[in-house]
T-cell receptor
Framework: GENVEQHPSTLSVQEGDSAVIKCTYSDSASNYFPWYKQELGKGPQLIIDIRSNVGEKKDQRIAVTLNKTAKHFSLHITETQPEDSAVYFCAATPVGANNLFFGTGTRLTVIP | GAVVSQHPSRVICKSGTSVKIECRSLDFQATTMFWYRQFPKQSLMLMATSNEGSKATYEQGVEKDKFLINHASLTLSTLTVTSAHPEDSSFYIC??????????????FGPGTRLTVT
């Protein structure tokens, strides 16, 4: 089955700096890669996703890049703000499957 | 994005009793709903996948007789934890997706239910 690894496990940045979280996946047939933000005591919130026919996608301060050859994808947050502090999870879905295979999460702390 | 609700948000029950958690998709028809369990500072662990009108598919190691899942309509799925024990205390989260549509891969999560068994 699919195996998703995520790094780093914790990340602290100064407000205004950029944050990058990286994930690798094992199943070359995976074709859908969402990113979720989870605040304490809440459910995960879909913040951006990318499909395998696209290399990059951007939504305001958030961007995701995908390298299919290397089987890795990254989340980029620019101009970070304290409200970006949360746990971020990457995930992957193989073709023909409905399940999400989650990474282990990254706790992002933005220091004011 | 789509809206998924969960009820209750928190529940405390005595050991040996059963607890039902509801998951509703409020603005779309969810052909598939998923139930996850999350321990503190850990990732989400998929417990089961349920398709509307069908029996749920449980992940390895998840007791289907203990965690009863019903997905009777396209907007409602329920998880019943039967004969709960303290080790069942956890954060339970559902998600919903509209499989078979253009956005079928996307899963939208509920806010979670904190279960504490005393």
């Amino acid at each position: 089955g699919e195996n998703v690894e995520q790094h780093p496990s914790t990340l602290s940045v100064q407000e205004g700096d950029s944050a990058v979280i990286k994930c690798t996946y094992s199943d070359s047939a995976s074709n859908y890669f969402p990113w979720y933000k989870q605040e304490l005591g809440k459910g995960p919130q879909l913040i951006i996703d990318i499909r395998s026919n696209v290399g990059e996608k951007k939504d305001q301060r958030i961007a995701v890049t995908l390298n299919k050859t290397a089987k890795h994808f990254s989340l980029h947050i620019t101009e970070t703000q304290p409200e970006d502090s949360a746990v971020y999870f990457c995930a992957a879905t193989p073709v023909g499957a409905n399940n999400l295979f989650f990474g282990t999460g990254t706790r992002l702390t933005v220091i004011p | 994005g789509a809206v998924v609700s969960q009820h209750p948000s928190r529940v405390i029950c005595k050991s040996g009793t059963s607890v039902k958690i509801e998951c509703r998709s409020l603005d779309f028809q969810a052909t598939t709903m998923f139930w996850y369990r999350q321990f503190p500072k850990q990732s989400l662990m998929l417990m089961a996948t349920s398709n509307e009108g069908s029996k749920a598919t449980y992940e390895q190691g998840v007791e289907k007789d203990k965690f009863l899942i019903n997905h009777a309509s396209l907007t409602l799925s329920t998880l019943t934890v039967t004969s709960a024990h303290p080790e069942d205390s956890s954060f339970y989260i559902c998600s919903a997706s509209a499989v078979g549509t253009v956005r079928g891969n996307e899963q939208y999560f509920g806010p979670g239910t904190r279960l504490t068994v005393t």
